[in-house]
């Protein structure tokens, strides 16, 4: 359920853009003339910005469906000015728009970021050029054996398309692989993909140049936004945890104003814990705590501060008001099990049950706590997190497991 509401919830700003894209296209005769050849010019600016800032930040997924976007449009559109031997529209729409490129969509949104100049990438390129390469032989060559196998209507089609039922079926069942993938595998840009697809989908059907030009612009805006949540994302977010990292603390901390409350805390005796079990069951205990601090009560937001360390910001709360909902958060920590997996446990749930021999190990941590809040003789709030920090501290002198103030 966890992961459909974020898959749903980045499909929002992707979708407003392409009704926005399509709205303008359906208003495209009542623009001023000089809006309408704007509009030719548009879509080449945003592909390149996009491809510019998949560069710089290193986003080789978006960086190759822009390229094949660019091609796409340099084929479609640029090419038959200067070409009438170029493969005609009644080719490009179904081959280039209908298979092609929602053939990348799924399979660039498998791929990991692997660069732009390593065997990876340089592999990748090839790939891509040669799919075009492959549709340029099917005009140039004269072999119609491949394309009366691709147009050959094998079904009948219950509504009117110009698209022959095979690349129809390709379609259709691309787009679930690419829904099931972005439901069990995620990845931070399968907002914009989907959108990306349905939109040349839509292209595809609308058969217009002007539609082509106005749905790829939107598709390069998508794509950029992608880049930049990403961006933010590296930057603000921890990836391990999923909590707000140290540099999203720093900028909150500049905001706070008036009574506040900064709490700081660790997991106690982690690096024992780590030596003793491994750091893939540290990074586990880590994730499981950071649950936890993500639902503290009271209005507080956590952070990851580094390590096994952490820190919670109460804005608008006097210490008395937040130190119950750290009791409470700390109690549900020493009571939540950690529940330490057999080595010998297959990977898969087997078909049939056995009656285990071996009793999985239950594993407890507990979290120490310092609180301080803003007083006269504290000016910053950096102030107040060093005196949280003595605080802490003193948790640890009084045994662990307890909030100091």
């Given amino acids: 359920m966890k992961s459909l509401k974020k898959l749903l919830s980045s499909l929002l700003l992707p979708t407003i853009i392409v009704i926005a894209g399509v709205l303008l296209y359906l208003k495209i005769d009542k623009l001023p003339p000089s809006v309408s050849l704007t509009i030719d010019y548009i879509p080449y600016v945003v592909l390149a910005i996009g491809l510019l800032l998949s560069v710089r930040f290193n986003r080789s997924r978006i960086f190759f469906i822009l390229t094949i976007l660019f091609i796409s449009l340099f084929i479609i559109v640029i090419l038959p000015i200067f070409s009438k031997q170029v493969l005609n529209n009644t080719l490009n729409y179904p081959l280039i728009l209908g298979l092609l490129i929602p053939l990348n969509l799924l399979i660039f949104s498998l791929f990991r970021e692997r660069g732009f100049l390593t065997l990876w990438g340089i592999l990748r390129s090839l790939f891509i050029i040669g799919q075009f390469i492959f549709i340029g032989w099917l005009k140039w060559t004269d072999n119609n054996q491949v394309i009366d196998y691709l147009f050959k209507d094998y ?6 398309t110009f698209l022959p039922p095979l690349i129809l079926l390709a379609i259709g069942l691309l787009f679930i692989l690419l829904l099931l993938k972005s439901y069990f595998l995620p990845i931070y840009s399968d907002g914009a993909f989907i959108l990306s697809f349905i939109s040349v989908i839509i292209s595809v059907h609308l058969q217009d140049t002007k539609a082509l030009l106005i749905l790829f612009s939107s598709i390069g805006i998508i794509l950029i936004i992608s880049i930049i949540q990403d961006t933010y994302r590296m930057s603000y977010m921890d990836e391990l945890t999923g909590l707000p990292a140290r540099r999203a603390l720093k900028e909150d901390m500049m905001k706070l104003s008036g009574m506040y409350t900064v709490s700081m805390l660790d997991i106690d005796f982690f690096k024992k814990f780590n030596d003793k079990h491994g750091h893939d069951i540290g990074d586990e205990v880590l994730k499981m705590v950071a649950t936890c601090l993500s639902q503290v009560t009271g209005g507080g937001k956590a952070f990851r501060y580094g390590g096994e360390e952490f820190t919670i910001l109460f804005p608008g709360k006097e210490l ?8 409470s958060l700390r109690e549900t920590i020493a009571k939540r099990a950690f529940i330490l997996r057999s080595k010998s ?8 049950t056995k009656q285990s021999t071996t009793t999985e190990k239950k594993l407890y941590v507990t979290i120490s706590i310092g609180v301080a809040n803003k007083e006269k003789n504290t000016k910053t709030p950096q102030e107040v997190m060093k005196k949280a920090d003595i605080a802490l501290y003193r948790a640890k002198k009084k045994g662990r497991n307890c909030v100091s103030k």
């Fill in 345 to 352: 446990r297959p990977k898969t749930k087997p078909k049939t």
């Fill in 320 to 327: 008395e008001d937040a130190i119950p909902h750290l009791e």
């Fill in 155 to 160: 079904i009948p089609v219950p509504f009117s």
